[in-house]
C-alpha cells in the first residue's frame, strides 16, 4: 500500500514502528520515515538502488522547520544526495575531521612522516575543535568555511600563517574530492584560496649586546658560526666545505655569506 509522506495528517496516523515507511520519489529513489513512539518528532531517510543493492543514508529528525514543510526539506535533502552520486559521489559520507585524518594517512605513505605530523600538528590546532570539523562533506558551504577563515584569522598570527594552515586543510579536501567523497569544491575554492603577498621577507634583529652574549656563551668549536649568523660585521664569509677566518669587532654592517659550492652569494640584513 502506498504511503503519502507528503501529507502531515497520513504521517500522524502511521503506526510506530522500527521498519520506515517508504515514499517513492523516482524510479529505485526512496524517502524514508520512521517514528518509534508515539508523540515523537520521527526520523527521515533516504536510500537509492544501484542495481545491486540498496544505499540508505539518514537525514535527522529536520524538527526546526514547521511540521507541514518537512516532507519537503526531507525531499531537497535527498535529491540533493542523489546528485552527488549521479556526479560519482560516493555513498559513504565524510566530515571534514575525517577528510584531514584521512589526508594525514595519505601523506605517510604518500610525502613523508615529517610532512603527516605537520599536518596533524595543523589540524589539531584548527579544525578538529572547529565548528566545522563535524560538518558532512556534501553539506560543506562556502559561509562555513568563510566562518572557520575568520576563526583562525582572529586567533593572531601573520597571514602567510595562515595561508599555510589553510594549504593543508585546502589538500586534504581536495583529496576528498579526488576520490569522490565529495562531488565539488564550491565550499573552498574561493574561501581557502591563499593572501597575495603575505609571504615577504621577515627581518629579525638581536641587539648588539645580545649577539655578543649569544657568541660569547657559544662552544668554543662553533663560535665561528654562531659569530657568521648572529654577529653583525662589514663582510663575513661563511663556507660550506672549509673553515674561515671570520672579522672581528662587532660593527655594524652587511652579514654576507658565500656557500662556495655553488659560487653564488646571499645577502642578509642586520641591525646597526
Known amino acids: 500500500m502506498a504511503v503519502h509522506l507528503d501529507r502531515v495528517e497520513a504521517r500522524a496516523k502511521l503506526a510506530p514502528r522500527r521498519e520506515p ?12 520515515f520512521r517514528r518509534m513512539s508515539k508523540g515523537a ?9 544501484d542495481g545491486q543493492k540498496f544505499h540508505q543514508k539518514p537525514l535527522g529528525e529536520l524538527a ?10 526531507a525531499k531537497a535533502a535527498a535529491e540533493e544526495w542523489f546528485a552527488h ?10 566530515t571534514v575531521e575525517e577528510a584531514c585524518r584521512a589526508y594525514v594517512e595519505e601523506l ?18 584548527l579544525v578538529y575543535g572547529d565548528p566545522i570539523a563535524k560538518i558532512e562533506l556534501p553539506k560543506l558551504t562556502a559561509t562555513q568555511m568563510a566562518g572557520w577563515k575568520k576563526r ?5 598570527g601573520s597571514r602567510g600563517s595562515y595561508n599555510r594552515n589553510a594549504t593543508a586543510l585546502r589538500a586534504a579536501l581536495n ?22 603577498n603575505a609571504d615577504g621577507r621577515r627581518e629579525l634583529y638581536l641587539p648588539l649586546r645580545s649577539r655578543r652574549k649569544l657568541v660569547g656563551n657559544a662552544a668554543k668549536e662553533a663560535q665561528s658560526l ?6 653583525s660585521c662589514k663582510e663575513a664569509v661563511v663556507c660550506r666545505q672549509a673553515p674561515c677566518q671570520l672579522p672581528n669587532p662587532l660593527d655594524g654592517g652587511q652579514l654576507r655569506t658565500v656557500w662556495r659550492q655553488e659560487q653564488q652569494a646571499e645577502h642578509f640584513a642586520i641591525s646597526p
Not at 64 to 73: G, S
Open 21 to 32: 515507511y517508504w515514499h517513492r520519489l523516482a524510479k529505485s529513489r526512496y524517502l524514508g
Open 41 to 49: 518528532y520521527g526520523t527521515w531517510l533516504v536510500r537509492v538502488y
Open 64 to 73: 526546526t522547520p514547521l511540521e507541514k514543510d518537512r516532507f519537503d526539506v
Open 85 to 94: 552520486l549521479g556526479l560519482g559521489g560516493s555513498v559513504k559520507s565524510a
Open 108 to 125: 605517510k605513505i604518500e610525502n613523508s612522516e615529517a610532512a603527516s605530523v605537520d599536518a596533524a600538528g595543523r589540524f589539531r590546532r
Open 152 to 156: 583562525v584569522l582572529a586567533r593572531g
Open 175 to 196: 583529496l576528498a574530492l579526488k576520490r569522490r567523497v565529495v562531488s565539488s569544491d564550491h565550499a573552498w575554492v574561493d574561501e581557502l584560496a591563499p593572501f597575495e
Open 226 to 231: 654562531v659569530r657568521a649568523f648572529a654577529q
